[in-house]
């Protein structure tokens, strides 16, 4: 059996929407901690206390971290708890406390997720309060128990309490503008913005915030906690110390942006959902927010910048064709941002083609079950645009 001892550096793993795993390894990576290895769906490193502790405050695209506590063969009921038994849990689970138990079983002789979870919540339950997410996974009798270090899930950042009809989860939001090149210097606009999901979170990342500030995390509550490895992180992100980790997407860390985020929405609903999410995650000063159909959208006076944006998904919209609503798009980009960077999420690329511009494949994804790709067409600032001639 293989198991986490104490004083050994944790093997976690990254938890992410398929398709996000490059921008999740890349955000990882700054923080330090040794890649493994990329899977579909998630990414397994290696890290200390206090990197696992950043990964959960920094990361913006990862949906939970978990630690892998326990790796063995069981084929039946009586391996699996002999083994169990063996793990030394007192390092994650507090006394008195019952855990959650999240079982699935793959090809396996203990097939039954049900009575998985039935044993391992009486062997692990010390008392009546709730206690950790241990996740359980058995693929042909090898058994894989972590235990959750994150508690919530990540993308669900606090600050959104004015959902649009369709949110966009917080992660794909900060992915779509990670991916799309933007440095939080160059302006930013998202002329269908909802409830501001993707103006905020490219506000939070200009300002060199983490997505995790102000939230508590599971790890808070293992005995084996570190209250100052924790207090020296979140100093780190306050900027009480000079060594808080570099931005993704930024070349030199937190910028103080020189261009503006613009956001604005047809629907008067959905800019007052903007204005107090803003206002909540702390960045309204951050932000130029607005009422304006796409047709009356414009650029700022100088200056050329990103539109990353997720417009409408389905065949109709308010009795008009999205065909024709990407056709007005389209005009609106050519028109009056031709040098822009367009980064922009679709339901339907055959969709997005009425919009005349000639859009590359970034990432593909899925968005409240749907699948959804990340599409864009690079303006002269995208730092994977060609040079120049001469």
């Known amino acids: 059996m293989t198991t986490t001892r104490p004083g050994t550096r944790h093997r976690c793993l990254a938890v992410c929407a398929p398709g996000l795993e490059g921008l999740c390894a890349g955000e990882l990576a700054t923080l330090g901690v040794d890649i493994r290895r990329t899977l579909i769906g998630g990414v397994e490193f290696s890290a200390s206390d206090r990197q696992l502790y950043s990964a959960n405050l920094w990361c913006r695209t990862a949906t939970r971290i978990v630690v892998r506590v326990a790796r063995f063969r069981a084929a039946s009921f009586g391996e699996l708890e002999r083994q169990v038994r063996e793990v030394a849990f007192a390092r994650w689970l507090p006394d008195a406390t019952t855990p959650s138990v999240r079982v699935s079983t793959t090809s396996s ?14 062997l692990l339950a010390s008392g009546p309060a709730p206690g950790p997410l241990v996740v359980v996974r058995i693929v042909h009798d090898r058994v894989t128990i972590s235990v959750d270090s994150s508690g919530e899930p990540l993308h669900r950042r606090g600050w959104r309490r004015d959902p649009a ?11 779509l503008v990670l991916a799309s090149g933007w440095d939080g210097r160059a302006h930013l606009l998202d002329p269908f913005c909802g409830s501001g ?194």
């Open 109 to 122: 002789h203990l097939y039954h997720s049900g009575a998985v979870t039935e044993r391992l919540v009486a």
């Open 165 to 175: 009809k369709a949110p966009l989860r917080e992660t794909l939001a900060a992915a």
């Open 197 to 390: 999901t993707i103006a905020i979170e490219a506000a939070l990342i200009a300002a060199g915030r983490p997505p995790g500030e102000g939230r508590r995390f599971a790890f808070m509550d293992w005995p084996s906690f570190a209250p100052g490895t924790w207090a020296s992180v979140a100093g780190s992100a306050r900027g009480d110390r000079p060594d808080s980790p570099p931005e993704a997407g930024s070349k030199s860390g937190a910028s103080d942006p020189t261009g503006q985020i613009l956001a604005s929405d047809r629907d008067d609903r959905a800019v007052a959902a903007t204005i107090a999410n803003a206002k909540r995650a702390g960045v309204l000063d951050r932000l130029s927010v607005r009422r304006a159909t796409v047709s009356e959208v414009t650029a700022p006076p100088a200056g050329d910048g990103w539109i990353v944006t997720n417009p409408p998904y389905g065949k109709r919209l308010g009795g008009g064709d999205l065909r024709d609503l990407f056709a007005r798009f389209g005009a609106v980009v050519e028109d009056r941002f031709p040098r822009w960077t367009v980064a922009l999420l679709t339901a339907d690329a055959r969709v997005a083609a009425h919009s005349g511009l000639r859009l590359q494949e970034l990432f593909r994804t899925e968005n409240g079950g749907l699948p959804v790709r990340a599409l864009i067409r690079p303006g002269p600032g995208h730092p994977g645009a060609a040079p120049a001639p001469g």
